[in-house]
């Protein structure tokens, strides 16, 4: 056998010209780029230290043979020729990675099967001895791609994937393989900054890939040291003296990496789940002395100004796959950049988003952007020099104001802390100086007539909802069609809905303008961007109903006309609360004294609720929901009312129909349409209008009244329930002024007996 190899090193794609640096650098010669791949001449002591050293490749493939072929035939025969008696033995075991097609072979099961089937052929013995298949852990693994009419046959000298380096047993919802975050640290200059003594920091670790794979740089370790099993362990063409060789200098130069003074690799992460996986991840590293991971939320890292540190602070922020991540997105990546510009000045930072827009939004420009590909997703990693002038703010800020912020920030920077005790010897920690005040980020034009338009809105409702004690109102609906949200406020919460854009708006101007929106909401209405949730509300079709959304569980208490009530921002499309129905209920909270109040499709039966604030005699519920109904119970107890008020669950026209009471106050706001598990067929209010008003005007008592509203835009009342009750809209007089603007909400009206 020849003393040198072809060598195809495989990899992600986009990292071709990182990985082909790095092979050059361990010693692989005539080195060319191909996709996803890069190809060379080596001998074995290279190919050895590819395995070892390499911190971008998946595999590292040994060519055995090149040959043509025109089909299934030509592929058994050209893999036969081979003399498989000098890789492997015949008891041995052996698995088969087939790719490509053509030449006949469409099915990649199909040509591993003969690939196979040539092999064992070749080493069966006399007395039927031959390898058998194990797709885990076999003695060898051959690779064989076909490329337009061309086979490659190799000998995959890593096993499993070199990504796989084996810290990292546990990991979070949406891990970095080892090797992008590798190439990422190499891109973002880690290996210069960790060379000049620099600190790292990442303010969103999830279980730590960063961390380990920054430290093992800068200890100078071998990321597949701790290896023990590799694809050339059971070959025959193994060379076990020349690769322990090269083992044992990896594991000095190692020793002598983690001897030196540890450098300050920090990271934190929000989600305590994370915090120890991503700790016994360290350790399995053998990296505890230089990686230190807390819990925190992105505003509280903390590098050091106190010992004049620099470094690199680098991150992966989620990118948002779930309908309602966009606000959080906006305000984590804004907050991001606001940490970078109290903390961090004079730092680099890295940022690997798959949301670029959203990157676009820290307030603070990148330098230098790079394409890389996580999977199927394409990402950009953004590098930034945390520089003052970069700095992306409402204001332009005067050549003398930036000097001054330096000064301070030197002077900071030069004073070195009293380090003071506690009576057990430890150092206690200083109180952490207060945080300079960030400017906030430049709304663009588009983003600042929004916020104008929100003030204007906020200034005028603002007195109306002082005047009438009204805590929850809409505050915005569509005024500007571009900006196509609904805002309301609740309390101290902004909810916010987005209708989805019609198809004819080009969907990334759309998300443009719900970023200018969402960065100008908590300006605007002066509330903190933790506390903004977004929705978004598609046009409904057949039979399709919204579904939940979140189950974070998450309640919030809110006042209405005397009486309290609970509200859950995150976790359903509605709150709990139809805030259009505010004059309706307070209407029946000042006509149910005496009565008794009958409330069908009642949701969360804040009707109810209020007509027995209002002393109705009794209440009864109905809703086929149990969710809604424990929600209902909830807000009877949290009124101290119990006794007097039933919930009932079930399909309402099924229960109508074997109700035998009598009710004197009843109030129906049916959905647009119900399919529900529970109901046989669907509810469709504009078909069953007048069976759902004939069964409860049947309950209704001498004298009663009943109201009737629902929301479906294109409803018409039957001409034929004119004729049997007596009928008044009173869709005017139950729209408040923070709803005046969108007339066709709903619509209400007032039946009784003729």
Not at 218 to 237: M, S, V, Y
């Amino acid at each position: 056998m020849s003393d040198r190899y072809e060598i195809f090193l495989t990899c992600p794609k986009g990292l071709e010209g990182l990985l082909i640096e790095e092979a050059v650098g361990l010693g692989l010669e005539q080195a060319r780029e191909h996709t996803s791949a890069v190809r060379g001449m080596a001998d074995m002591e290279t190919a050895y230290r590819l395995c070892l050293w390499s911190r971008l490749a998946n595999r590292v493939l040994l060519v055995l043979k090149r040959f043509s072929m025109k089909d299934a035939e030509d592929l058994y025969h050209g893999v036969l020729d081979v003399d498989w008696q000098d890789h492997m033995l015949a008891d041995g075991t052996l698995a088969v990675e087939f790719s490509g097609h053509g030449s006949g072979i469409d099915n990649t099961h199909f040509g591993a099967l003969k690939v196979k089937d040539a092999i064992v052929d070749k080493l069966r013995t006399p007395t039927g001895e031959r390898p058998s298949v194990d797709k885990l852990n076999p003695d060898l693994r051959i690779h064989l791609r076909l490329d337009r009419g061309e086979a490659i046959l190799s000998l995959d000298l890593s096993g499993h994937s070199l990504h796989q380096r084996g810290y990292r047993l546990q990991q979070g919802a949406a891990p970095l393989k080892e090797n992008l975050a590798a190439a990422i640290l190499i891109r973002s200059g880690w290996p210069r900054i960790a060379a000049e003594g620099g600190a790292l920091a990442d303010p969103m670790c999830g279980v730590g890939t960063f961390l380990v794979e920054a430290a093992m740089i800068a200890a100078d370790i071998a990321p597949n040291l701790k290896r023990e099993q590799w694809g050339f362990t059971a070959w025959l063409g193994h060379v076990p003296a020349l690769w322990r060789k090269l083992h044992d200098e990896a594991l000095a130069r190692a020793q002598a990496g983690l001897a030196k003074p540890p450098l300050w690799i920090r990271g934190y992460e929000a989600d305590p789940r994370l915090i120890q996986p991503g700790r016994n991840n360290v350790e399995r590293a053998g990296l505890s002395e230089w990686i230190k991971i807390y819990q925190g939320e992105v505003g509280t890292f903390e590098p050091r100004p106190d010992q004049n540190q620099k470094g690199l602070v680098i991150c992966n922020p989620p990118y948002g796959e779930r309908l309602g991540d966009e606000a959080s997105l906006l305000y984590l990546y804004q907050n991001l950049g606001e940490r970078l510009r109290q903390a961090c000045l004079n730092w680099e930072a890295a940022v690997f988003t798959g949301a670029p827009d959203l990157g676009k939004r820290m307030g603070i420009r990148s330098h230098k952007q790079y394409s890389f590909w996580n999977g199927a997703l394409p990402c950009k990693l953004l590098l930034i020099k945390v520089l003052p002038d970069q700095f992306v703010t409402g204001e332009r800020r005067t050549a003398e104001q930036r000097q001054v912020e330096r000064e301070q920030a030197q002077a900071a920077a030069d004073e070195v802390p009293v380090r003071q005790y506690n009576k057990n010897g430890n150092p206690i920690k200083p109180a952490p100086a207060p945080a300079p005040v960030v400017e906030q980020a430049r709304l663009s034009e588009g983003g600042q007539m929004f916020a104008n338009r929100l003030q204007k809105n906020l200034k005028q409702l603002g007195k109306w909802a002082k005047r009438e004690g009204i805590e929850c109102y809409r505050v915005y609906d569509a005024d500007m069609p571009e900006y196509s949200l609904a805002i309301d406020l609740y309390q101290d919460w902004v909810h916010v809905q987005e209708y989805a854009a019609p198809k004819s708006v080009d969907p990334e101007k759309a998300q443009a303008r719900l970023f200018d929106a969402l960065a100008a909401i908590p300006q605007a209405l002066n509330v903190d961007k933790s506390r903004v949730v977004i929705k978004r509300r598609e046009r409904q079709s057949g039979t399709k109903q919204y579904e939940r959304q979140s189950a974070q569980g998450q309640f919030t208490e809110v006042r209405e006309g005397g009486i309290k009530l609970l509200v859950n921002l995150t976790d359903y499309l509605d709150t709990g609360l139809f805030l259009d129905h505010r004059p309706m209920r307070m209407r029946i909270q000042q006509e149910a004294a005496g009565k008794r109040f009958l409330n069908l499709f009642c949701y969360t039966a804040t009707a109810s609720v209020h007509a027995a604030k209002g002393g109705a005699r009794s209440t009864t519920s109905v809703d086929l929901s149990k969710t809604y109904l424990d929600w209902a119970r909830r807000n009877f107890s949290l009124n101290g009312f119990s006794d007097k008020n039933r919930l009932e669950q079930g399909d309402v026209m099924a229960w109508l129909d074997s109700c035998r009471d009598e009710f004197d106050l009843i109030f129906i706001d049916p959905p647009t349409f119900s399919n529900s598990k529970r109901m046989e067929g669907v509810f469709d209010v504009q078909r069953d209008q007048v069976q759902l008003l004939d069964l409860a005007m049947a309950r209704l008592a001498p004298g009663g009244v009943l109201y009737f509203s629902n929301n479906f835009r294109k409803f018409q009342l039957d001409e034929n329930l004119a004729a049997r009750y007596q009928i008044e809209e009173i869709t005017a007089k139950t729209i408040d002024p923070d709803f005046a603007r969108n007339g066709k909400i709903h619509r209400a009206w007032k039946v009784t007996a003729r």
